[in-house]
């Protein structure tokens, strides 16, 4: 399975980016879909997920702000970012079918959020 991600950019603080997620899989519909990202100097930490048991499923710091939501007839998972914080500047990654806690057997390239001050 081989993930594509796109949308990143700069922003400024209180701004919105809409990240894209595109997948391969030809079962992407039975797949959790989710989003991680990583700061410069610090670990890469769960943002969202899509799933169709559980539905989506956010941090606590993204709640109200974030939207994960998927169209399965494209086999693409979004990201909405709205009142974006310069904290959430970071690498974003996709990542496709879960396998335990925070563990995805796929993962895609990250694309580069930057929300200025």
């Known amino acids: 399975v081989q993930l594509q991600a796109s949308g990143g950019g700069l922003v400024q603080a209180g701004g919105s980016l809409r990240l894209s997620c595109a997948a391969s899989?030809?079962?992407?519909?039975?797949?959790?879909m989710a989003w991680f990202r990583q700061a410069p100097g610090k670990e890469r930490e769960f943002v969202a997920a899509s799933s169709r048991i559980s539905g989506s499923t956010y941090a606590d710091f993204v709640k109200g702000r974030f939207t994960v939501f998927r169209d399965n007839a494209r086999n693409t998972v979004y990201l909405q970012m709205d009142s974006l914080k310069p904290e959430d500047t970071a690498v974003y990654y996709c990542?496709?079918?879960?396998?335990?806690?925070?563990?995805?057997?796929?993962w895609g390239h990250g694309t580069l959020v930057t929300v200025s001050s």
């Open positions: 990542a496709a079918q879960r396998v335990g806690p925070n563990h995805y057997s796929y």
């Open positions: 899989a030809r079962t992407f519909s039975s797949y959790t």
